[in-house]
């Protein structure tokens, strides 16, 4: 055994000093030839290609390493194509999923169309690099693909598979971010002029309390849009659509817009136009959104003044600009003059032209899949050309809470079917729900407050209901009673009326006539 070990001793030795010899003696340029003209020959022999594809791409991150770690993640959560046991386990940034990935310098097998592929993630630690503007990480890190050659056709089918899915595995596993610009224009540390904090609004078109037909129609527009993009590009239209969400207060338009992010899996972008300063801001920031997002203007008609050109005094462009004059076109009180829309002496300058083109210009097509919602409580109050079709395609009116809105908020608050009711109960509740209206936030409120008892809870739903019926009633009744006393006292106002203050037919204010003729000597 001592010999054995001896004698590796002296070969080890032989082969050092034949290295060092050969470093030595043969040119660096010679030597790496000579290594270059081996690896051709084994690549002549192999029935294989090996891709690399590295993390960093010069001074870049290559977004190719990212997706293909992404998707390998969703295969080696299956040990069956594993080579080991051995897997990274990570958490993503505003992500409440658990992803695996394959260790440093582990193998995984994949099939793509029937074709075997082999990945291979290689780890490296990093030569001590000399002063840099970007300081590179300590390690080197990338993947290897390993196909055969006869498969080579499918390589560029295979890497945009390897991208689309990891997309898809990106959005599903990455909660949804909710954005706001930030305060008059600033940037953050990155330079974007967006905020962003995780979106974890539960709202759903299962939980949301509206008309089913009309849930079912908006349901399928936006499943149509998310899967359009060929019918974009062969009618030449951006890939964008807007919808008007509007109606009273607590209708639930902003759970609506909560539904469609959730159903969409879509970011949202809530704009608000009071910190927006120009035209040209608003412009920035849609170029700063990303794609599949969901862009939110709510209460458009209290943020700016957008009013209806036709209904502004003189019908002048000015009271859209936000240029107000006074009765003589003399300028209006303070705080009121060009460029402060909203009267509180903001520097807010943006025009009904830049909101437009913001919609619908040519601006509005950079980037892809976005869907721009308004909301508003007085749709007579915006200017038509922002409502026609192109910027606002789909008006959604959310109504008062009507009898198949009751039934989804009954079940989604007491658990309760319609059958779990009394029939008598059901009767009054559909019969005066319609006359109530109040908006599903009221009626929500109200079963918040009983929920542990759902006897009661419905009682006190129907005492509420036919409460504001009543009031509704009332105040009707009191208002046509106004109404015809003003008419009644129109009526008089205009008519002749006699020194006793009595209103005189048509035949004694002729005789009367008559009478002063004679009097006055008149044949």
Not at 295 to 306: F, K, P
Not at 452 to 467: F, Q, S
Request: contains cysteine.
């Amino acid at each position: 055994m001592k010999e054995l070990w001896t004698t590796m001793a002296s070969l080890m030795g032989v082969l050092a000093f034949f290295q060092t010899l050969i470093h030595t003696v043969v040119p660096p340029e010679l030597r790496f030839a000579v290594l270059k003209l081996f690896q051709r020959l084994f690549n002549c022999f192999s029935a294989y290609c090996y891709y690399e594809i590295t993390e960093i791409d010069g001074v870049n991150t290559n977004e190719l390493y990212n997706a293909v770690q992404l998707y390998l993640s969703s295969a080696a959560s299956s040990s069956a194509f594993t080579s080991s046991n051995r897997l990274s386990l990570t958490r993503g940034l505003n992500s409440s999923v658990i992803t695996y990935g394959l260790a440093n310098n582990d193998r995984l097998s994949d099939v793509f169309r029937g074709v075997p592929v082999v990945w291979e993630h290689i780890v490296t630690p990093r030569q001590s690099q000399t002063f840099s503007w970007r300081p590179m990480p300590e390690e080197k890190r990338g993947f290897t693909l390993r196909i055969n050659k006869k498969n080579n056709a499918l390589l560029k089918d295979y890497l945009e598979f390897i991208t689309e899915k990891a997309g898809e595995i990106r959005r599903k596993n990455q909660d949804r971010l909710l954005y706001t610009n930030s305060r008059g224009g600033s940037l953050d540390s990155r330079g974007h002029p967006w905020e962003s904090v995780p979106f974890k609004h539960p709202s759903t078109f299962d939980t949301l309390a509206m008309d089913p037909m009309m849930k079912v129609q908006i349901m399928c527009d936006l499943s149509d849009f998310a899967n359009g993009e060929e019918f974009y590009k062969r009618t030449g239209r951006a890939w964008k659509r807007g919808y008007l969400l509007y109606g009273p207060p607590g209708t639930g338009k902003s759970s609506m817009i909560a539904a469609m992010a959730n159903h969409l899996g879509y970011d949202i972008y809530d704009l608000e136009l009071t910190e927006v300063n120009t035209n040209s801001e608003l412009r920035k920031l849609l170029m700063k959104t990303s794609s599949k997002s969901i862009i939110v203007i709510e209460d458009i008609d209290c943020s700016i003044n957008l009013t209806n050109r036709k209904k502004s005094n003189g019908g002048s462009a000015d009271s859209v600009s936000g240029k107000r004059s006074g009765p003589s076109g003399s300028p209006g009180p303070a705080g009121t003059g060009p460029g402060d829309l909203d009267g509180s002496g903001n520097n807010n300058s943006i025009t009904l032209s830049g909101l437009l083109n913001f919609t619908d210009g040519l601006w509005s097509c950079c980037g892809s899949e976005r869907i721009f919602v308004f909301t508003t409580n007085h749709i007579e109050k915006l200017d038509p050309a922002l409502l026609r079709s192109g910027r606002m395609d789909m008006h959604v009116f959310m109504s008062y809470c009507s009898f198949p809105s009751l039934k989804i908020l009954l079940k989604n608050y007491l658990g309760i079917d319609l059958v779990d009711i009394e029939k008598d109960v059901l009767d009054e509740l559909a019969a005066v729900i319609d006359a109530a209206e109040m908006t599903p936030a009221d009626v929500s409120e109200v079963l918040i407050k009983n929920r542990r008892d759902n006897d009661r809870a419905v009682k006190e739903l129907l005492e509420a209901l036919k409460t504001r019926a009543e009031k509704k009633r009332v105040d009707m009744r009191r208002r046509v009673e106004v109404e015809e006393a003003e008419e009644e006292e129109k009526r008089a106002l205009d008519s002749p009326k006699d020194g006793s203050g009595a209103v005189k037919c048509g035949d004694d204010v002729e005789g009367d006539y008559k009478k002063g003729d004679e009097d006055n000597g008149v044949d």
